[in-house]
C-alpha cells in the first residue's frame, strides 16, 4: 500500500539521522577516537537496526567531513591537523563576518530585544548562551559542546537564512571535532574554554556589529592560540 511505504521511508530517514547523530556526539564525546576504524555490520550490531539506515548515517557523516571511508574496509574517524582547524576557523569567521555585514545592510535581519515577537527567540538563544558559560566556566567540555552547537545553530537562524545556520552549525561541529582531541588531554579545563555567548547576543540585539566583530575575533584569537599550544605540548 502506498501508505504503508511512505511510513517505511520516514522511519528509515528518521532512523538514519538518529544513527548520524548518534554517532556524530559519540565522535565530539571522544569516544570515538581520530582514526578509529569500523564497519557498517559492527554500527547495525551496536544499535540494533539493519545495515541500510546505518550505511546512509555514515555516508552522511563522510559528506560532513566526520568520517572517511576506505574501500571495501568501512570507515574510520577523520584525523583533523591544526592546519584544518585554522582553516576551519577562518571560514566559520567569513560566515559570521557575512552575518555581521548583513546586518549592517538590513537592520530587520536580526530581531530587537525590545519587540515582543523577538522576546521569546532572544531568551532561548540566551539561556543556550548561560548553559554553555556555565559549562565552560566549570571545565564540562562535553556540556559545553551541545550548548555550544545549539546556540550558535538557533543564533544563525535568527537571521532568517537557515542555509546560513546550517552551514555555520557543520563548521562548528567540524571545529570542535578537532578541538576536542586537544582539550581531553587536560585534566581541569576550567578558565580555559571561551564564554561570551551572552555578550554576543547582547551586542546583536543591539545592532553593534563593532563589539559582535571584537568579540568574535578575540574568541577565534583564543581558540587558535589555545590548540595550537596543545598541540605544540603534544
Known sequence: MPGSSGNGSVTRSTLRQQI??????????????PGQEFTVKEIAEQYGVSATPVRE????????GLLDADQHRGFHVHEYSVADY??????RSLVTDGMFIALDKDQERFPPHDEPRAVAALSG???????????SLAGDLTVLIGYDLRFWHELGTLFGNPYLADFLNRLRVQSWVCAA???RRLTDLRGALWSGHTDLVDA?????????????????EHSLALIERLADDG
Open 181 to 183: 582531541q586537544h582539550l
Open 57 to 64: 548515517a555514515l555516508v552522511d557523516l563522510s559528506a560532513q
Open 125 to 135: 538563544v540566551r539561556r543556550r548562551g548561560e548553559e554553555a558559560q556555565r559549562a
Open 20 to 33: 548520524a547523530d548518534a554517532l556524530r556526539d559519540e565522535v565530539l564525546a571522544g569516544r570515538l577516537q
Open 86 to 91: 585554522r582553516g576551519i576557523v577562518e571560514a
Open 204 to 220: 546583536l540585539a543591539k545592532r553593534d556589529t563593532r563589539t559582535a566583530r571584537a568579540i568574535v575575533a578575540a574568541y577565534n
